[in-house]
């Protein structure tokens, strides 16, 4: 079965700190890659997605993240952080068609922005 | 824009109720989940639906059900509602045809058992 597992579950920066979140998960076939962020009392919203082509994925607000297949991973990344990036983070992942286009999320990371 | 609509922000409820929880999309997604979410756990996956009438069992079926008689709504009932069920729940709604779109959300029923 899918699974994904995020490896930090609270990072506390200072602001323009480096930022660098884990993600890892375990299926075998051709996956869609999704780093999702939520903020204090608001819905859930893409941050971004990997889907085929160029492993380096820039999304918005200054984020990217690295789809690396031989380690199964899709780190998400910021060179410098801002108070209001202060917010949960959730890596998923989409096994595809096979599977009905079954979402799958990790625990997910919470990332506080010290001023 | 999508729109994924839950009816209810805010729900209290007794043990032992029988809950639905209702969700509607506007956009003609084929999939829909039903995920509760919790501090430390993440969203785990009740329920998804990837056509009318059909469903999946998720990570965490137990206690739960779902109904889908139209594309555009995906129902999660709690049978006889429990404090363990006390969470957020959030409904999603995607393109199964179009593979390279996202999962849009709600904005979450908050349940509280008593």
């Known amino acids: 079965a899918q699974s994904v597992s995020q490896h930090n579950h609270h990072v506390i920066l200072s602001e323009a700190a480096s930022l660098e979140l884990g993600c890892n998960y375990s299926y075998g076939g051709t996956v869609n890659l999704f780093w999702y962020v939520q903020y204090p009392g608001q819905h859930l919203q893409l941050l971004l997605k990997?889907?085929?082509?160029?492993?380096l994925v820039k999304g918005i607000k200054g984020f990217e993240a690295e789809f690396i297949k031989s380690k199964f991973s899709f780190n998400l990344r910021k060179p410098s952080v801002q108070w209001s990036d202060t917010a949960e983070y959730f890596c998923a992942v989409n096994a595809g068609y096979n599977q009905g286009g079954k979402l799958i999320f990790g625990q997910g990371t919470e990332l506080s922005v010290k001023p | 824009d999508v729109k994924v609509t839950q009816s209810s922000r805010y729900l209290v409820k007794r043990t032992g109720e029988k809950v639905f929880l209702e969700c509607v999309q506007d956009m003609d997604h084929e999939n829909m989940f039903w995920y509760r979410q919790d501090p430390g756990l993440g969203l785990r996956l009740i329920y998804f639906s990837y056509d009318v009438k059909m469903k999946e069992k998720g990570d965490i079926p137990e206690g739960y059900s779902v109904s889908r008689e139209k594309k555009e709504r995906f129902s999660l009932i709690l049978e006889s509602a429990s404090t363990n069920q006390t969470s957020m729940y959030l409904c999603?709604?995607?393109?199964?045809?179009?593979?390279?779109?996202?999962?849009?959300f709600g904005q979450g029923t908050r349940l509280t058992v008593v």
């Open positions: 999603a709604s995607s393109s199964l045809k179009l593979m390279n779109t996202e999962a849009f």
């Open positions: 990997y889907f085929s082509g160029d492993p």
